[in-house]
Structure formats: C-alpha cells, structure tokens
C-alpha cells in the first residue's frame, strides 16, 4: 500500500456504461494518488490500516462536467431570455464582455463565477473567457487556485462584433500564442483552449491560423455549432462554398483535427452529424439554454446512435442555471418533447443515460488531462458527497431513485464535499 | 385611518395586466384589515401615523398561486419520472396513495407539504388529497392552522383503479357531501372542492351526482382534461358519444356551471377551447409535469387568444419542484419550444405575462373567497418578501429585471416573508 492511500465509504454510485448504474450501499472507494485505485463492497484487505473517512447514509457520485459556459455573462444569468440569439447578443452579451478589459472588474466576477462552480458541484468546466489576455489570464489563475479543473479559452473574434470586441487579426493571434506558451504546463488541472467565438465572428483566414495554433501546441478546440436557424443562415451568406456550417470548420482544421467541443449542435443535418462521428467531436448539450434562447431542441439520442460524443452545458448566460442537476433534468425533459412532437422512433433519455453523459461521456474531452468522470480504477477522484435528507421522504429508497431525486430536487445545499484529483476543495476565495 | 392599518415599505412590484409590470421603488403598501387599500411611491398624508415596515431594497411582489397539485404525491416528487402518465399512475401513484387511509401517515406527510408551499411562496393553492375523508380533514384542518389560503378536494373514484382506491358510489357522494357541510364555512381560506379525479375514474353517475352536489353547495369543482395522448383515447372508448373530452364533464355539469379548474389541457381540440371559453373554465397549465411524463405543451397563448383563463401549477408529483418560480419558467420555455416546432403564428410568452398568470390570472378563481393576485385596492394583502441579494451582481437592475432573476434562479431561501390577508405567516409546524 502507497503512502498516498485514501478510503472513502458511503452509498456509492456511478456509471461505466449508459445502460445502468453501478451502485454499492455502504461501499469503498480506495483513492491511491488522487486516482481511484478500487471501489469495493468490502474493504479489501491491503488497505485494512488506510485511513477511512466514513460518509455514513449519504452518497458519493463523481463530479459534475459542464462542457460549455461563457465566464463573463456570469452577471447576466437570468435576464434578457426574452430574447433570441443574435439580438441578445448585441444587447446583453457584448456590452457586459466589453467590461472584461478590466481586470479588476474581472477578477471580482470571475471569483464569484467559480465559487458558485464550486457550489454546485462542477468539478470539471471547459469554458470561454472574453478577448482579453489579462482578464482570461485572472480568470485561470482563480480556476488553479479553487484546485477546480478547466479548459479555459481567450475568445477570437474579429469581424461583426461591436467594435471594443473586434480584434485585429494577428494580435488576437498572438496573444492566443502567448497563453499557449504561459499556461499549456503550468497546471495539471487548468489549461488553455483554442476558443474561435463562431463563424460569424472570425474570418477564414484567423480560424485556419487559430487551427494550426491548436495543432503546433496540441491544444483542443471549443466553438459554437447550429444554436439558431437565424444565425445557420447567415453562416450561409458568408461562406456560400461550404457544404455546411460544420464544413466551414472542418475545412479550417477547427473540427476534430484536436480534440474539440462544439456547443449546441441544434439543428445539425445529417451531414454534419456523420462528419461529427467520424471526427470525434464533442456536442455541448446546452438544453436549458437552447429553450430560454427559443434555439430548438438538440437531437441527442440521434446523436448517440450516430456515435457522436454528447456531454451537457450550462451555456451561462444563454442557460441561467450554473447547477448541472437543472441542466440534466432540462435534458430529459426535452428529450421528451422531441419524441412527442417531432419523431416517436427516437426514445427520450432515461436517468442512468443522462448521468453517464454528464460525468463519463463527457470527461472523455479531458482525456489530455486524464481519466474523468467515474469511479473506474485509473480515473481521477473527482467526486461529490450528497446529503440529500432534506429531500428525503419517509419511505425507503434505493440509490438510484435517491440519485434520481437529487438530479430533479437538489441544490447546493445537498452538496456538502467536493473532490478534484483526490484533493478535498475549501470554498474558493471571492476579490 | 381605521384601527386595523399597517404599511409596508420596499420595491413593489405586481401586474394589472399581462401586458406590463407596476412598479414602485421604494413604494408603500397600504393594507387596512388584510386587504390593500392603496399603493403610493409617497406615504399619503392620512397615514403618516400607521406602523410602516420598512423593507428597505428587498422586494414586496404578490404570493404565488398553485392551481394543481396532488398533496399525497408529495413523497414521490422527483421520482418515476421516466414513465408516461397510466404507467406512472399504476407503478407510483395509486399504492401511496392508498397509503393516506392511515390519518397519521397523513399528519406526517401533509404536514411536510404545507411547510414546503410555505418555504417557496406559494400562498394559495387547489388541492387534490385521496379519496379518504379523515386524511382529508386533516389537511384541511393542517392548512388552516398554517394560515395559507387552499381549495381542497377529496377525490372521487369509482371505476378502473386498483382495489383500496376504488369507491362505492353512495358512500363516495355521502362523505363528500360531509365535507361539504363541515367545511364550507369553517375557515375564510380553507375551502371544499368537488374533485372527480378524471373521467376513467368515475362513472357518470358518480359525476352526475358531484355536480348536483357543487351545485347544492355553491363549491367549486377541479378535474383533469386531455393530458395525455393515450389517456384521451381511453375516454373516447369509455363514453363514445360525447363530442370530446371536455364534452363528458360538461353534459354532467362539471365544466363551469360551478368555478371550474381543469389541470393540463395540453391536447385540446378547438371545439374544447371554445367551450372552455364559453364557459369560464380555468387552465391548470402545469409544464413541468406535462414535460416530465411525456405529455405535451399545452398551447396556452392559443388559451390567451381564446379567452381561456389560464393559471400555473406544479401538479405534485407529475411535476418534481414545489417551487412556482420553476413552473413559471417552465412555462416561459415550453412556449418558446411551440413557437419554434409547433405554431409560429403564436408568440411565445413573456415575463410580465407569466407573471401576471402566475398571480392575478390565477388568483381569478379563488374569486368566491376574494380578490387575490395582485396590490390593487380591495385584493387580499398576500405578499412575499424577497431578499435577492444572493442572486445579484455588481451591476446595477431594474426592478422587472430583479423579479426576472428571481424567477429563473430563485429558491426559498430569497423568501423571507409571507402574508396571507394581511397576516405574516410563521413557519408551519410538521408533525
């Protein structure tokens, strides 16, 4: 036995696979190194003298993955949804982005934003920042020292934006380049991802150039794919060549070439779905999101079956709720209006299959960083102790409708220790 | 100034009409023997010598009004939720609620319930309990001791359910009639409701009967009308000549001779809604239990357009949160999702709008006991104070924008006051 051995007992339960969950009343979870060594029934016998911390009825899950959120519409969550995307854009979005060259300004935000993380159990967020170095810089300092983990991305934009956001194109690269170089090895946990806002933002030549970048430091990729039909036709307009939206990526090196993640993906044709499976690109569920911002509904067991990789996105501030428990019940929820109203041969999401997406499925976008999102051996010891007796009733239930009732009826408030890597996470400081 | 005067002071907040929000920064409330007398941005002259409470910026908005839950589903919030509506009947709901023959089960669990409507604001709602009449006084008698407003119904069935559930006629009619005598003037905020459960539970006899007996005692009446697909294709099996759905309650009186609310409405036909219309039925438009159990969207702003009064619920346990704020939300985003798949001719719903059938829309049924929903003079003096500090930000917020947040991202703890008529409501015991 290892000198870094932690045991964790308690009513675990976790997925390996979408079909069911694996679940031990009262079991172990042996924890070598911040990596999960073991989960077992029964303390196995080499680790007898290891030091168990007992978490008696409650429940141990691993942490919450939240594939796709903008830091800085952290102060806009919940406003201006009566809105669709584009003009909300100009009016909530880039006027507060616009703020983001303060980096006073941002540090007190960007505190804010991931103590809530913190909060709600989201151990694990790949997320976008704004154009500016410094104020993205502040923003994967405060990530580092939380100890959360993050793909934190400077934002590139360089035509039709509001003016304070336009970059010219060779700084935006640059100082893309300079957070490659600073910060690609400075955290095991927060690293830099190439971060184009959309097509409508960035000119072909600024994404081919953004796409070598991504490939000369093995940086992955994050943007937005087919939100809103007004903005599918408007990428129509600017890019008559290309077969479709996706294909506007792919031709630039920006669609799996690196690992990469695009959010929303609501109205994708079958096109872009098979180049998505063929190139191993990752949709940022957004439900919430997709219905404030009347985008659509994202058709995620088509996704699936298509074998495309799906993980959910709280899409702050397009989304208004920072907990991935309403993001994962948003999903079922929505699954379900797909299969009543637009095609009965695509059966909803059930519990087991949206938990699996929201750890696993989607912490295999990390795989640069690690193994994440179960408690398999190997995978890193990112995790959550849920005391759910507030939402209890006064019947007896299994861990799996406990687990269940916590994903439609929990908060903060249920979540009482937070684990990244092994290491259990203090309340991050707020400036 | 008469002896019973009491003025409350903070940012106040309420609709008049659908259209718009009323609102005074640092307005006074005017409330003389429970009900508002006046609303002012300057304390008028003849009461400058009345108590004032001085909320200070917190803001003062009208209580939340639940037109539908079922209080015995209450345990099974949140669970089960990957059934459709006859399946989940059968699995979930028919054995706990067989349970409710036990009173003390009942104390328990009932006792939890009215404390949790108290937590999340909701300061009058329509209630089914189960068919078993000593449960049901003690609800009654539990949501009088708590001094929240509620129309409660024990529920009628005596056809196609599971054995303990299933009534005999006479002694269905006579125990309701009991009720009926008991509590129609036993509180001014606590009262009987006639509650068919659905047409597949209750013969037209039995039907027949309640509505004579809403008739005799001037109560109202609550039901369920066209939630689902399959339970819709049941009801035409079961009485083939009748027109439609609506059309069965209607021929036995049941569907506006007396104040009528039917939870759901999602698939109603034209001929439906024009009845509905006629006769001044109530929509219980409950989204997130129309989400969770597969059913559907009910088109509410064709409801709007019609005439249709439409209210909000949370119909506990199809729907898993207690909290208005969610459903109202819910609301907003179901709308959305019609206007995107469904019907662009129709607009999809906004804040002062759901607001506004969240409180006085609602508010229009409980018209036999008062004016509630809204500060205009004459109404009810039910009110929440919220303290939104938690959900703020830096920036400063209109008040529309306040509440707005407060209904996307709210929880009780932004609660920190409740008046029914005038009275601050304490915490409500739970035995």
Not at 33 to 60: C, F, S
Not at 71 to 79: E, M
Not at 374 to 391: H, K, N, P, Q, T
Request: overall charge negative; some cysteine.
């Amino acid at each position: 036995m290892g000198n870094n051995v932690k045991v964790y007992k308690g009513n675990v339960i976790f997925t390996k696979t979408p079909q069911e969950f694996e679940q031990l009343e009262g079991g172990y979870i042996v924890v070598e190194d911040g990596k999960v060594k073991e989960v077992a029934q029964n303390l196995p016998e080499q680790y007898k003298d290891a030091e168990v911390v007992d978490y008696g009825d409650k429940l141990i899950i691993p942490g919450f993955i939240d594939l796709h959120l903008h830091a800085p519409q952290f102060p806009n969550r919940g406003l201006g949804l009566d809105k669709e995307l584009l003009p909300w854009l100009e009016t909530y979005t880039f006027p507060e982005e616009a703020k983001f060259k303060d980096t006073e300004y941002a540090k007190k935000v960007y505190s804010r934003l991931v103590r809530e993380l913190w909060k709600y159990g989201t151990t694990r967020s790949v997320v976008f920042s704004t154009i500016h170095k410094d104020s993205t810089k502040v923003l994967m300092d405060l990530f580092i020292e939380a100890g959360l983990g993050a793909y934190v991305g400077k934002v590139n934009m360089n035509r039709n934006s509001s003016p304070d956001l336009t970059e010219d194109t060779q700084e935006s690269l640059k100082i893309t380049e300079e957070l490659l170089q600073e910060y690609s090895d400075k955290s095991p946990l927060v690293k830099p991802i190439i971060t184009p806002r959309f097509v409508p933002s960035c000119t072909a030549e600024l994404m081919k150039d953004l796409g070598d970048l991504a490939k000369k430091y093995d940086a992955p990729v994050q943007s937005h794919l087919s939100e809103n039909r007004g903005e599918i036709e408007w990428v129509k307009e600017l890019h008559p060549d290309s077969k479709n939206y996706a294909d506007v990526y792919d031709k630039l090196g920006l669609f799996g070439q690196q690992p990469t993640v695009m959010a929303h993906c609501v109205h994708v044709t079958d096109d872009e779905i098979k180049l998505m499976a063929d190139n191993g690109v990752f949709v940022a569920h957004s439900p919430e999101s997709n219905y404030n911002l009347s985008s659509g509904i994202a058709p995620i067991r088509k996704f699936l079956e298509a074998g495309v990789n799906v993980g959910f996105a709280t899409d702050i501030s397009g989304g208004h709720a920072i907990s991935m428990m309403d993001v994962i019940a948003g999903a079922m929820k929505g699954s379900k209006m797909r299969w009543v109203y637009l095609e009965e041969e695509y059966a909803s999401l059930s519990v087991p299959e949206v938990f699996y997406l929201a750890t696993k499925s989607a912490g295999r976008f990390f795989s640069k960083v690690g193994k994440i999102g179960s408690f398999e051996e190997g995978y890193e010891f990112d995790a959550l102790v849920i005391d759910d007796e507030s939402i209890s009733d006064l019947n007896p239930r299994s861990l799996p409708e406990r687990l269940q009732r916590f994903l439609y009826l929990g908060d903060d408030r249920n979540i009482v220790e937070r684990f990244v890597s092994g290491k259990n996470l203090p309340e991050p400081k707020v400036y």
